[in-house]
């Protein structure tokens, strides 16, 4: 009798917000990159994207991806990378116990739905491909850890390797040729300063004009600003961050924030032709955040910005009349702040 049953697996993946950024890549193929960066993972209940994936001999002979509702391209070498890398592993899998059905060879149909603006530096991709991982790897049964799983996500967009772990996550750069040392880390779990908020100011829903691998690449071969970030400024705040966070130093941490968003936006401004992912009301958000800080007598507040126009706000939660409240109240007010989003930190899913 044929089978034509349907396997299937559900999953969510984070957003994460990085303090130290990723950009410039060393091999675009893997999606390697020229610095580690490091983040802090979003609240699922308030940003995340949901998958599905599913398999069965009964379905078409191709692979396919909704999102939102609307079918994309899976034929990219991203999405071929990370289906490849897991059928790879399933099949190994299915070598060593013969009983298991031959899942590898079935059509993948994988549904996500985001429940955020998609594309607009709100670092949808990084949700989308860690879900998408997950989902195929729980389907399958790997069983793989999130750190085996990160080497496969950070080949379908690099920052998703981050959202594979909760809380505070670094992503090391590596050395090797082959991306097997380039592999996201804990440095510590949300438990362990779970006082962190973050509102997200959003300037833009839009889609953002140049995208992240294009501008990093132009970044990389243009910039003479660039070496002395790869190699000399990030790797002293990679460590100057891990210790903020693990010594709970919220001071260090936002400094090292707003420095390492500017420092990267300086980059961008350096490189020929020139990108401007800020616009005047991200300006003015960046204002509003010393005003606050001088106010306050100390940093009680950090912003940084991503590939686009909206900002991200971290504070914490003793300060959340004078951060939050003062950004969600000066909404009304403000031309051209669309809407603002708060979240927290989220633990690791297992
Ligand atoms: C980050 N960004 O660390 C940095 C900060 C944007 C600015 O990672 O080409 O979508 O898919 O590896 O991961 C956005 O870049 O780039 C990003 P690809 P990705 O979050």
Redesign the pocket.
Known sequence: MADNKVYRASTTAPV???V????G?RD?KL?L?TNS?L?VTLSQSDLRTHTTASCSPSYPTSDSLLLNGSPQDVSGA?TQACFRELRTLRQALEASKPSLPKLSTYPLKIVSENNFPTAA?L?S??AG?AALVRAIADLYELPATPTELSKIA?Q?????C?SLFGGYVG?DKGTAADGSDSVAYEVAPAAHWPAMRAVILVVSAAKKGV???TG?QTTVATSSLFPARANETVPRRMKEMETAVKAKDFETFARVTMKDSNS?HATCLDTEPPIFYLNDVSRAAIKVVEEVNKEAGKTVAAYT???GPNAVIYYLEESEKEVAGLFKAMLGEKEGWEGARGSKVEANKS
Do not use: E, L, V
């Open positions: 994460n917000i990085a130290i950024k990723y950009w890549k675009p999606n990159p960066s983040s991203r530096g670092a991709s990084a491909f950070r379908g967009s690099g920052s998703a981050r992503w995208s992240s691998t990093m990267f910005f991503d590939a």
